[in-house]
């Protein structure tokens, strides 16, 4: 069972990334064909489900982390080709400037970063619940 006000912030980081994802999926979505049992973006009512791009966030408390709590972005591209490392870290590097641009207008009330560590992004900062 989850607090109403963590649901709440789960919902609104969903919204978020479903914007990161329409956006990636304008500028990449052409770039390699989707996997064949997937359908094309925008065929379902949740863009996690569809088009080539599958991005969120998971949150880890960070143990053995420089840097500690947060969520770790994750992207996956459903395509059955194979995408090199270097258009992979483009297309991620674009979804994370995304993130970035989105967080205070999603979370204006709170102070959220974004931090690479080794080979990932998180997100940073207040995840406090406030009163509860």
Do not use: C
């Not at 770039?31 to 997937?38: G, M």
């Not at 053995?64 to 992979?88: C, D, F, M, P, W």
Request: aromatic share 10%; hydrophobic share 35%; charged share 30%.
């Amino acid at each position: 069972m989850w607090h109403p006000k963590t649901v709440k912030f789960d919902k609104r980081l969903k919204n978020l990334f479903d914007e990161v994802n329409d956006y990636i999926e304008e500028l990449y979505g052409h770039k390699y064909p989707l996997h064949p049992v997937r359908p094309g973006h925008r065929e379902t009512s949740d863009p996690e489900a569809d088009g080539l791009f599958d991005i969120g966030a998971d949150f880890t408390p960070g143990f053995g982390s420089e840097l500690g709590r947060g969520y770790v972005i994750n992207l996956k591209i459903a395509t059955l080709e194979k995408v090199n490392e270097t258009n992979r870290e483009k297309i991620y590097e674009a979804a994370v400037m995304k993130v970035k641009e989105l967080l205070p207008i999603h979370f204006p009330e709170r102070e959220l970063t974004v931090n690479k560590e080794k080979n990932h992004y998180k997100i940073q900062g207040d995840f406090s619940l406030g009163n509860v």
